[in-house]
């Protein structure tokens, strides 16, 4: 007799895996489609903010996620949400938008796809002209005349603070996660991850956690913090717990670095509270978010070893990671892949919760395939 629990856990690694692939979807020479999706969701938070589109923030990144999913893996997604509970649900917002009940969500997540085309196309040709300063209101003027925010809308200020916010997380889709460089784990890809990329996983791992086990979290709440929880890697790159910095000064510098790249957007207040929430891990909200942006990472760490990408222990001489103490005791009892250390590192994390803990369990014994 099949075991439900780790059923569920399989269908839910599933699901994350079809965004997962969107990471290695190259729809130019540096772009993934995971990127676009993350700029899409930017603008989402940055438009919602200045012009309350929609009342749920949540709802609408979700449906970007599915509807880029569905373009791009339509007969493996349905196969997949018809085991989930939420499934139906989900199948609805991932179909296209002309067959659907019109109604706010789907409209404002199908234009926010289509701005992020237009702001991207921009910023490609306006960088290869020198205009490349964000803060510079000459290359907002010129996004403006180019017709950037015809449909947007028609406030200057606003419209300025959307296209900085916009501009500044655009840095995340040319940033490799640090795990995953040199100076840690060298990962041997012809390219790394980037930060937005692993934001766009933990949305998905969220969506899908969610719906298959119940932690008591508002989902919506969840999806639209996890979509800015990386916002302080802008001004300050990711920090990893093996890099010479305690975690009081870590955060310290990322709530400087938060509030900077928000700006003056509306919604700064709630966006800056949310993320110092995050960190805090004191609500269910916070907790669940936190455990998706771990979980994540040590699928992320098991994909790359799985595909060959991670050197052997026995080849990590310059990795910074094996200087700590607590790593060298791993390798001491038995840790010979990059993934024992990953999971020997984490495993305390998800304590709390067995449905996790689990998880993790079949993620270490198992080949997880891109």
Not at 16 to 38: C, F, G, H, P, T
Not at 175 to 180: A, F, Y
Not at 274 to 285: T, V
Request: hydrophobic share 35%; with cysteine.
């Amino acid at each position: 007799m099949k075991d439900k629990e780790t059923e569920k856990i399989k269908t839910v690694l599933s699901f994350y895996m079809l965004a997962n692939n969107l990471k290695y979807l190259i729809v130019d020479e540096r772009e993934s489609v995971a990127n676009q999706v993350y700029g899409s969701m930017i603008l989402a938070t940055a438009i919602n903010s200045e012009y309350k589109r929609v009342d749920n923030l949540g709802e609408t990144i979700r449906i970007i996620l599915l509807k880029t999913i569905n373009d791009y893996s339509k007969d493996k997604l349905f196969s997949i949400l018809k085991k989930m509970d939420k499934g139906k649900e989900y199948i609805a917002k991932s179909s296209n938008y002309e067959n659907m009940p019109c109604h706010s969500y789907n409209d404002f997540a199908f234009d926010c796809i289509e701005y992020e085309l237009e702001m991207e196309k921009f910023l490609n040709v306006a960088y290869q002209k020198g205009l490349a300063s964000v803060n510079d209101k000459k290359l907002y003027e010129t996004a403006k005349n180019y017709g950037l925010f015809d449909e947007i809308g028609n406030d200057d200020k606003k419209n300025l603070e959307i296209f900085k916010f916009y501009c500044l997380n655009t840095v995340l889709k040319n940033k490799d996660r640090s795990g995953w460089d040199d100076y840690h784990w060298n990962v041997s890809a012809d390219r790394r991850e980037k930060i937005s990329e692993h934001v766009v996983g933990t949305i998905a791992l969220a969506a899908a956690l969610d719906s298959e086990f119940d932690f008591s979290a508002n989902l919506d709440e969840v999806t639209s913090l996890l979509c800015i929880h990386e916002l302080g890697e802008i001004e300050i790159g990711y920090i990893t717990p093996f890099d010479e910095i305690t975690p009081e000064q870590k955060e310290e510098i990322e709530h400087k670095a938060i509030i900077e790249v928000i700006g003056d957007l509306a919604d700064k207040e709630k966006m800056a509270k949310s993320i110092f929430e995050f960190d805090e891990r004191k609500s269910n909200m916070a907790k669940f978010a936190y455990y998706c942006d771990k979980l994540e990472a040590d699928i992320q760490a098991k994909i790359y070893q799985d595909m060959g990408y991670q050197h052997p222990l026995t080849e990590q001489d310059n990795n910074v990671v094996l200087k700590n103490e607590k790593v060298r005791q791993m390798v001491t009892e038995g840790a010979t892949t990059a993934f024992d250390i990953w999971y020997g590192w984490d495993k305390d994390i998800y304590k709390d919760s067995k449905v996790l803990t689990k998880t993790l369990n079949y993620v270490k014994n198992n080949r997880i395939k891109k």
